[in-house]
């Protein structure tokens, strides 16, 4: 075993893994490379989910299929060991006798767990893993979050002025951020499962959240309006999209408008709650300030992506408040974003 050369081609697998972002949820994004004598002569990922995982992809695209028993397979994720929307991977893998399979991460889903290594073994593979774990885990953090505590991933999202506000004291808030920085937003929404504001936010802004800016899935809307005060004309309730009303008076569906009705005093608790029920893996929190300050002060997020301009508004509504320092800065043109992880 050579580590260098593994982690070559595990870096590859999650290269193919990563295009899977935003399109197989709440399937894990999985990449397989397989290599005959230092060659690549095969590769796939998870294209959608519901359909064929990485495995069988890679497996087809190899023309020649006799050195298949002398190869290696190079796959992001412990390979499935039940039966799901497709027959197990490593049913798959055991039946043209790879040599060896080196994963990234075991899979934490208890249907897994261990049961695919256990597989391969008692087959006769040789299966080495943890190879890139680390990169591994980061990629698929949106499905380890939700397999392992129970909840999907949270992130937040906010502009905020130079002097730390978020909008005027008339809740007006167009525009503090410039328009590469609104066009990133676009994209990260279509990585999301879902997307999150709360009354004022839907009330002041009348936001679409979709991603009319970018090519990608439009994310589940979600908005919190207690007592049902919301005119009924915002776009949040044009039912284009499927989206969620969490509320205290009402239960109901039409189309693609639900109202969920929650418990005032434990109103985040519920909503996750139902989330976690729906198979929710991610959820993007673009506001208001008190949403924000709510999950931050509940502990209720794992990242934020804080955009701050060069605009000034000398008063108005302040902006959420973290107590970690951030990992990583950027500018984007006159913004500078910067990103924290909890």
Not at 1 to 16: F, H, P, T
Not at 268 to 294: I, P, Y
Request: with cysteine; charged share 30%.
């Amino acid at each position: 075993m050579n580590k260098s050369i593994d982690k070559k081609y595990m870096q590859r697998a999650l290269e193919l893994a990563a295009n899977g972002l935003g399109v197989v949820s709440p399937n894990p994004m999985v990449g397989c490379v397989i290599v005959y004598k230092n060659k690549i002569i095969g590769e796939g990922w998870h294209e959608k989910y519901g359909e064929a995982h990485a495995e069988v992809h890679a497996i087809k695209s190899v023309k020649n299929k006799k050195l298949l028993k002398q190869s290696t397979a190079y796959v992001t994720l412990e390979p499935c060991a039940h039966f799901g929307k497709t027959p197990p991977c490593a049913d798959l893998l055991i039946k043209h006798q790879l040599k060896r399979v080196v994963i990234c991460n075991q899979d934490s889903f208890p249907l897994v767990n261990g049961g695919g290594i256990k597989k391969l073994t008692e087959a006769g593979i040789e299966v080495d893993v943890g190879v890139l774990s680390k990169q591994g885990r980061k990629l698929n953090k949106r499905f380890f979050t939700r397999v392992e505590k129970k909840k999907p991933y949270v992130i937040l999202k906010w502009a905020q002025t130079a002097d730390g506000f978020v909008a005027r004291e008339n809740y007006d808030s167009k525009w503090i951020s410039g328009e590469q920085s609104r066009k990133m937003v676009h994209k990260w929404r279509s990585e999301e499962d879902a997307i999150w504001v709360g009354t004022n936010t839907a009330k002041y802004d009348n936001p679409k959240l979709n991603v009319r800016n970018w090519q990608g899935n439009n994310p589940i809307r979600l908005v919190i309006d207690k007592r049902l005060s919301l005119n009924s004309d915002l776009h949040l309730f044009d039912q284009e999209i499927p989206s969620i009303c969490y509320n205290l008076k009402k239960e109901g569906k039409e189309e693609n408008l639900e109202w969920v009705k929650v418990a005032d005093e434990r109103l985040l608790e519920d909503v996750f709650l139902d989330l976690r029920q729906r198979g929710v893996q991610s959820v993007f929190v673009e506001g208001g300030a008190h949403l924000l300050q709510s999950l931050i002060d509940k502990d209720y997020w794992d990242e934020a992506r804080v955009f701050t301009s060069q605009t000034n508004f000398e008063k108005g509504i302040k902006a959420p408040k973290l107590n970690v320092d951030s990992s990583k800065e950027m500018n984007i043109e006159d913004d500078r974003l910067s990103i924290y992880l909890k």
